[in-house]
């Protein structure tokens, strides 16, 4: 992983746990199969968010879940 990767990862890790809310990171190695595995696993554990720096499109794309239909807290964005 480079150094942007690693800031971008502790600045969220630190907005989540300022926010109140629980964050756990994972670092691919630059592998897009140790993604898609990451994304399995916190898919499994009910993770409601996953924030992707992707490696590859093609090869995660399968790993990825469908948004729910309607929008849900996670998900609206409201104007300011």
Request: net charge positive; hydrophobic share 40%; with cysteine.
């Amino acid at each position: 992983s480079t150094e942007y990767h690693a800031t971008v990862s502790n600045s969220a890790t630190q907005r989540a746990a300022a926010l109140g809310l629980k964050a756990e990171t994972f670092d691919s190695e630059v592998k897009a199969e140790k993604q898609i595995s990451a994304i399995e696993n916190f898919v499994s554990k009910g993770a409601r968010v996953i924030v992707l720096c992707v490696l590859d499109p093609n090869v995660i794309e399968a790993a990825v879940p469908t948004p729910p239909a309607s929008p849900s807290p996670s998900t609206t964005r409201r104007p300011r």
